[in-house]
């Protein structure tokens, strides 16, 4: 392989990766906060840490960021690589809490693909009712060999600048 078809490959594969950061974008996806290098790859995408926010489409004034590992090579180029389950969630209180809508106990906040069939991440919420804290979790799950690795956060029910009231996670729980 002389160096024209190496730069070719490369802009090629800098493309293809580019398409899939833009399709992932969309209305309801997560916002694309930083990425990080972790592993270094010559002639393809490096792999990466990437972090993520996302607002509760249910309760609004709480807002979570995840990070993820990103597989580079030319499998996380193409979409085809299967990505670990190594994800870590912290959610927070940024403005009064209300809730839209009741929900049920491991309501799925947000999900994505994680491989090409099989595997996904989903990012989950219940109420702790007896101490009005709203509690999110984040696995993954796959079709045939599920994985235990998971990260919790809370996010105490409180209220907001000068007023007083709180809701109470409990009276929207199905």
């Known amino acids: 392989m002389n160096v024209k078809q190496i730069f070719g ?3 090629i594969v800098a493309i293809l990766s580019g398409a899939a950061s833009l399709a992932r974008a969309g209305e309801g996806d997560p916002d694309l906060i930083m990425r990080k290098s972790t592993v270094f790859k010559l002639l393809t995408p490096n792999d990466k840490l990437a972090t993520y926010g996302i607002d509760d489409p249910s309760v609004e004034g709480v807002a979570c960021h ?3 590992p990103e597989k580079g090579g030319l499998a996380g180029a ?3 690589a299967e990505q670990v389950s190594d994800i870590s ?3 927070r209180q940024y403005g009064p809490i209300k809730f839209k809508e ?3 106990q491991g309501d799925v906040v947000y999900s994505e693909r994680r491989s090409l069939i099989f595997k996904k991440m989903q990012i989950v919420r219940a109420c702790d009712v007896k101490r009005n804290i709203l509690v999110y979790m984040v696995y993954s799950d796959k079709l ?3 994985s235990p690795k998971n990260s919790t956060s809370t996010v105490p029910v409180q209220p907001w600048g000068a007023t007083s009231e709180v ?3 409990g009276d929207f729980v199905k």
């Open 167 to 169: 809701a109470k996670c």
């Open 9 to 11: 490959l490369v802009s």
């Open 78 to 80: 193409f979409g085809l």
């Open 102 to 104: 009741k929900f049920a």
């Open 89 to 91: 969630i912290a959610c």
């Open 66 to 68: 995840y990070t993820t």
């Open 144 to 146: 045939i060999d599920g």
